[in-house]
């Protein structure tokens, strides 16, 4: 039996967001209960190389993007649109994690199909607040840059943890104070709510992938953060930009080290 790792499975390949937020409440809540385990002996993963995902919203290029100001309900609606976009891929980045990776000890487990909890109950927060602004997931465009780099990383756990987490997933640490504060000067208090959960809670995931990045590393008897810097040049050199939340990332488990490092890369 792979009863984890087949309901990773039919998380990751629901189509229909509210279906997907919903099977993802249950099969945490049953791994959570104990009625959901990884075996000791799992067969090999069968790579899933796309989601499910729903027709819409359209994606296309990050650089074909509008850009929208928050002056106008349509603008926020785009705003909070983009960032369930996000949060709807994170489901699917953790449960990729839990079913991809077969040889990681309980705890990262439980760590992953926690954060698969949380971003399904962001996604349906966010998703919540467009049908108060008028709109729906889907009515914009948007990209598929998380789940690429899912597909870059998808031979090694230390490769993910390093550049899902701790740099694409930790850059909403960043942006999303501006956000907010941005959010607050036009009114809309409803979304900063929202977003300052989001905010507190998703340090915590990023939290995760810098543990699991150096549990990875122990066991290749590899150092941290060397192997971190090695990672950003080989992999982000020109695509970094700060500025960065320090506090947040120190939180995170990022060093100040690497903080420093991530400064001079973005420079």
Known sequence: ????????????????????????????????????????????????????????????????????GLGSAEGRAALVHAIAHIEFNAINLAWDAVHRFRDMPPAFYRDWVGVAADEARHFALLDGRLAELGHAYGDFDAHNGLW?????????????????PRVLEARGLDVTPGMIARLRAVGDLATVEILELILREEVAHVAAGSRWFAYCCGE????????????????????????????????????????????TLAA
Request: aromatic residues 4%.
């Open 220 to 263: 290749a008897g590899l150092e941290p953060e060397a192997t971190f810097a090695e990672l950003l040049e080989q992999c982000m050199r020109g695509s970094l930009r700060g500025p960065f939340n320090t506090e947040a990332r120190l939180s995170a488990g990022f060093s100040k080290a690497e903080l420093a490092h991530l400064d």
């Open 148 to 164: 690429d780099m899912a597909l870059q990383t998808a031979d090694s756990c230390l490769r993910r943890m390093a550049l899902v």
């Open 1 to 68: 039996m792979n009863a984890l790792f087949d309901a990773a499975r039919r998380c990751l390949l629901e189509s229909d967001p509210q279906r997907k937020v919903a099977l993802t409440r249950a099969c945490a809540g049953e791994f959570l209960e104990g009625r959901l385990t990884a075996p000791a002996t799992p067969a090999d993963a069968t790579p899933i190389d796309a989601p499910g995902r729903p027709h819409r919203p359209r994606l296309i290029e990050p650089r074909k993007l509008p850009q929208r």
